[in-house]
């Protein structure tokens, strides 16, 4: 539901700019000789000509739409062009488009704060800019006033027909002017020098909102389309929120909308200011009734965010009517193709801006045979997020499983899926000097292959404890990477001629094998230690003596240095073990078993006192003291 945030008290200029039918706009930056000719960019299935998605001016004049299909288009207007999106892996690829838009944020983010809304909308916070301007060189002090500035559509501004830009003008450089309509002026400046860059720099047109806040600019942008722009001053809010239909309001489309209309007979945004902030507040709680008693006076605190990535990243495919999906093997191929698409996305992402997404969420719209309820939402289901592509794949088909039997309530009944889709979220910046847990493994001495021991940033699909799971990796990987002074270990003949005999057969350090005195059995096979099946902990004979070796070389290191504490001396540890304890990532503690958590965040946090005398109990069990 929507929440109120207080306005900011200080004058604000914020402007959304939208792109001009931008799916077109690339197409026919692509093919020049589409321009000025009807176009419309259509999806890539071929069901009736294909559903239009984009639909230019051109092609608008004859009176197609986007809800036609492209055979509808092209009887309405015979010569219109349609180009159709790129196809990857059986459905639509909009990386192009993405990358376009990319662009367009280039230029308007050195403005001020730029958030991107989607592929072809941009949020810009121009306040700074604004006040910059205001105090240089204000709009009075101008030599000349930009065109594009001048062709602005200042709202309440009445004007004879051909003196539009003659009182642009004059609003522009009012010297009486409140300090809020002066910044405004300024920003309408800026955003038209602005859209200017854009065209020149991308051959693209856009249009744009200028108001004192997002809402307004929000609702500003389309209304004067294409290549313009328009200008909300304070003083005609009301008269602009009074005739404005109450579905064409950001979050009131939907049931709250609707709810507005039917009960209480709320056709327009300015009908709200009929009701008190108390009455709406029982109606519809505190936060949503306050939020509509301020929308209704055009009152909104929203922040522009400093963002110009995405705050996620999703692929989604529909299956209508006869296409639908009926069986699991048909929602595995799909949902396969789609978390290719989605590990590629977030994997760029990882490698060009260092980020890294942490949950992964799978969406489905699904539909039951012969059921009294079927219309019953199929569940959204969501998990951490492994990267590699398998790993994701896997855990999509776990949550699809997950959400059917919920959906399906463990009855025997026929089903269809009509919709899925895969997304990662919650994506941070991945913090300074992170790399591989392996860094903290490998001792001065031991000479590792730097494909082997990588300091890879975490989620890099080639990082090393990537290359663990893999089993030729693996085996390779624990020999020259094995932990620091682990040979030097004193062992009896019988366990030693035990050992080589076990290594001669199988290959001690095999991915298969319970490997003692090493950390890194607990990443084989990228699994985690809970999830381990109850043969891969038993012991057998030459293993639990190895536990007794190890044990005792333990006690060996404490009582012949009787100044080093496993939980508190940090020298102690970074010498003989090579870690560095501050710099160890968090995230990559919480991967670690929970024995070898307590131990570590023993390290950092030094007042919490690790009992390091039962056996098995710190990650000292696993390893072997250095010989000095």
Known sequence: ???????????????????????????????PDLRGV?????????????????????????????????????RVCPDIQLVQVPVARGKADLNLYRSAGSEVVAILSTKGKCERASIDEVYLDLTDAAKSMLLESPPAMLDSIPEEALKSHVLGLSSGENKGED???????????DYQDKLLACGTIIVAELRVRVLQETKFTCSAGIAHNKMLAKLASPMHKPAQQTVVPAT??????????????????????????DDLGVNTVGDLLKFSEQKLQDLYGTNTGTWLWKIARGINGDEVEDRLLPKSHGCGKTFPGPMALKTTSSVKQWLNQLCEELSERIQSDLDQNKRIAQTLTLHARAFKEDELDPLKKFPSKSCPLRYGTSKI?????????????DFLNSKNLGWGITSLAVGASKIVDIPNGTTSILKYLTEKRTSCNPSDCSDALPGEPDHATSLISQKDADTKSYKECKVPFE???????????????????????????????????????????????????????????????????????????????????????????????EEIDPSVVDELPLEIQREIRGWIHPSKRINTAKRGSTIAHYFSPARK
């Open 393 to 405: 794949q896997e855990d999509a088909m776990h949550l699809f499983e997950s959400g059917l039997s």
């Open 487 to 581: 040979s030097e270990v004193e062992e009896n003949p019988k366990t030693k001629a035990s050992r080589e005999s076990a290594s001669d057969s199988k290959g001690l350090f095999d991915r298969d094998a319970n490997v003692k005195g090493t950390i890194l059995r607990y990443f084989s096979g990228g699994c985690s230690s809970n999830q381990r099946s109850t043969s891969e902990v038993e012991t057998n004979q030459l293993e639990e003596e190895e536990e007794e070796k190890i044990s005792s070389s333990t006690a060996n290191i404490t009582s012949s240095h009787p100044n080093l504490n496993l939980n508190q001396n940090k020298n102690a540890l970074s010498e003989n073990w090579i870690y560095n304890i």
């Open 167 to 177: 009182d642009v003008r004059k609003w522009l450089c009012q010297p009486d002017a």
């Open 1 to 31: 539901m929507p929440v109120a945030r207080p306005e900011s008290q200080d004058p604000r200029v914020i402007a959304h700019v939208d792109m001009d039918c931008f799916y077109v706009q690339v197409e026919q930056r692509r093919n």
């Open 38 to 74: 009807p176009t419309a960019v259509v999806q890539y299935n071929s069901w009736k000509g294909g559903g239009l998605i984009a639909v230019g001016y051109e092609a608008r004049n004859f009176g197609v739409k986007r809800s036609m299909r492209g055979d509808e288009a092209k």
């Open 236 to 261: 005609s809010v009301p008269d602009l929120l009074a005739s404005l239909p109450v579905k064409k309001m950001k979050q009131l489309g939907g049931k709250l909308g609707t709810s507005l209309q």
